[in-house]
């Protein structure tokens, strides 16, 4: 089954990603900074990443950096933020986003990101 996971530092934007993810058929984990997904990461790299940009220890952005420095195999990103400026996108996809969406995110465009990302496999068929 295919592996999300939401890195995301408010427990009810956590819940709401998760809810709409599960219900598409995928398989989630959360990580409420980005030390622990990146902990969560190196231990077994998942299917896709979604990613909030300001958590506290390690941002979003810091923990991208981070993933795509490591020699694991490399799945995309969305990151997600409050942040809706052209520098914050640019930021993200320097950092290693496949993908920028602005909070609050529609349930439907989650869904759709996350099936164009992971190709079709997991959840629902495309």
């Given at each position: 089954?295919?592996?999300?996971?939401?890195?995301?530092?408010?427990?009810?934007?956590?819940?709401?990603?998760?809810?709409?993810?599960?219900?598409?058929g995928y398989s989630v984990a959360e990580a409420i900074n980005g030390i622990e997904a990146l902990e969560k990461s190196l231990v077994a790299p998942f299917d896709?990443?979604?990613?909030?940009?300001?958590?506290?220890?390690?941002?979003?952005?810091?923990?991208?950096?981070?993933?795509?420095?490591?020699?694991?195999?490399?799945?995309?990103?969305?990151?997600?933020?409050?942040?809706?400026?052209?520098?914050?996108?640019?930021?993200?996809?320097?950092?290693?986003?496949?993908?920028?969406?602005?909070?609050?995110?529609?349930?439907?465009?989650?869904?759709?990101?996350?099936?164009?990302?992971?190709?079709?496999?997991?959840?629902?068929?495309?």
């Open positions: 089954m295919t592996r999300i996971l939401i890195v995301e530092d408010a427990a009810t934007v956590r819940l709401y990603h998760r809810q709409i993810l599960e219900s598409a896709l990443y979604v990613v909030d940009v300001n958590m506290p220890k390690l941002d979003g952005y810091g923990f991208l950096h981070e993933l795509r420095a490591q020699a694991i195999v490399q799945a995309p990103a969305i990151m997600v933020s409050t942040e809706a400026g052209p520098d914050d996108r640019t930021r993200a996809y320097a950092a290693g986003a496949n993908a920028y969406l602005v909070k609050p995110v529609k349930p439907e465009q989650l869904r759709t990101y996350a099936k164009l990302l992971l190709g079709g496999i997991g959840g629902a068929p495309v």
